[in-house]
């Protein structure tokens, strides 16, 4: 059974920093991009942050550059978001995706063929 599970989510003042977690199971992470898509309240899913399957290749949405970072840990089969200078427009649900795309990781949803149930993350100011 594939899984993505988030974690790591919760509460944090403005201007704190935030690690989550994804972990895969039922597949391995090794041969997809793997990126964080997020969803604040009211408003549709983005894309935020998304790393190649190697490794090699980055795409960052333009309202989390230089505060957000992905990682990826393929033999933990495991991917990690560091988040810093956290502000209360990054309030939103964050969620983990797989995209079989090898190249420069993909900013669509239809992209990505497994995901999260989310994890919650609130900034308060």
């Known amino acids: 059974q594939v899984q993505l599970v988030e974690s790591g989510g919760g509460l944090v003042l403005a201007g704190g920093s935030l690690r989550l977690s994804c972990t895969a199971s039922g597949f391995s992470i090794n041969g997809y991009s793997m990126s964080w898509f997020r969803q604040a309240p009211g408003k549709e899913r983005e894309f935020v942050v998304g790393?190649?399957?190697?490794?090699?290749?980055?795409s960052t949405a333009d309202s989390v550059k230089g505060r957000f970072t992905v990682s990826r840990e393929n033999a933990r089969n495991m991917v990690y978001l560091q988040m810093t200078v956290l502000n209360v427009e990054d309030t939103a649900v964050y969620y983990c995706?797989?995209?079989?795309?090898?190249?420069?990781?993909?900013?669509?949803?239809?992209?990505?063929?497994?995901w999260g149930q989310g994890t919650q993350v609130t900034v308060s100011s």
């Open positions: 790393l190649s399957a190697g490794g090699d290749s980055v």
């Open positions: 995706a797989a995209s079989p795309r090898l190249m420069s990781p993909a900013q669509k949803e239809y992209e990505y063929i497994y």
